[in-house]
């Protein structure tokens, strides 16, 4: 694969990663129900993502430097939901 290749692989990836989280983000936000979603699982998914983003910057990777980012935020989202609502 070339280059440009393997960044565009990386960068479905992303998006399909990062989509995933989005509908559990949304129906939080609207039905305001937090009772049966983890709050450990989504501090360990921001961690993770942030240890990502630093690696993504060590190696000067953009695709998973903003998928990691990307990825931050949907989790500090949901983890401000889940403290708001509970």
């Given at each position: 694969?070339?280059?440009v ?8 990836a ?9 509908p ?7 039905t ?5 979603i ?45 403290l708001r609502?509970?």
């Open positions: 694969m070339s280059t290749e393997i960044e565009i692989l990386g960068i479905v992303a998006i399909l990663v990062n989509a995933a989280s989005i559990q983000v949304l129906k939080t936000a609207t305001k129900q937090v009772r049966d983890s709050l450990p699982f989504w501090m360990i998914l921001l961690m993770g993502a942030f240890l990502w983003a630093i690696y993504g910057i060590l190696v000067r990777g953009i695709a998973l430097i903003l998928s990691s980012l990307v990825t931050c935020s949907l989790c500090l989202t949901m983890i401000a939901l889940i609502y509970r």
